[in-house]
Nanobody
């Protein structure tokens, strides 16, 4: 019943921008955590940013702080990731995942905590 869908990936040159969108459908509660992960070839999946859809509290990995901005939609099931000043090192498959447990917010980077995942959207940044 619960489905996660993301979109917005593409190929851009270094310094460019992209905006990713994620929506989680099928939840019966209004407050969830929506998190963006990314995985480059040969590397482990890493957390990028997260937001709680009710309160708007956000979390960022240090590698993207100041360049990426995560925000919530007004339906309490949507999140956006505005990516500016993109670098070749940002190239990866970007995945959206959701979780409802606020007591695990401090562990938002742990991919194993998430049960619901989107299919991923590819972001490629050329030199």
């Amino acid at each position: 019943q619960i489905q996660v869908m993301e979109s917005g990936g593409g190929s851009v040159q270094a310094g460019g921008s992209l905006k990713l969108s994620c929506r989680a459908s099928g939840y019966t509660i209004s407050d969830i955590r929506i998190t963006w992960f990314r995985q480059a070839p040969g590397k482990e999946r890493e957390g990028v940013a997260a937001v709680r859809t009710s309160s708007g509290v956000t979390y960022y990995d240090d590698s993207v702080k100041g360049r990426f901005t995560i925000s919530r939609g007004n339906d309490n099931a949507t999140a956006y990731l505005q990516m500016d000043s993109l670098k070749p090192d940002d190239t990866a498959m970007y995945y959206c995942a959701t979780d409802s447990r606020s007591y695990f917010d401090g562990r938002w980077r742990e991919a194993g905590l998430y049960k619901r995942w989107g299919q991923g959207t590819q972001v490629t940044v050329t030199p």
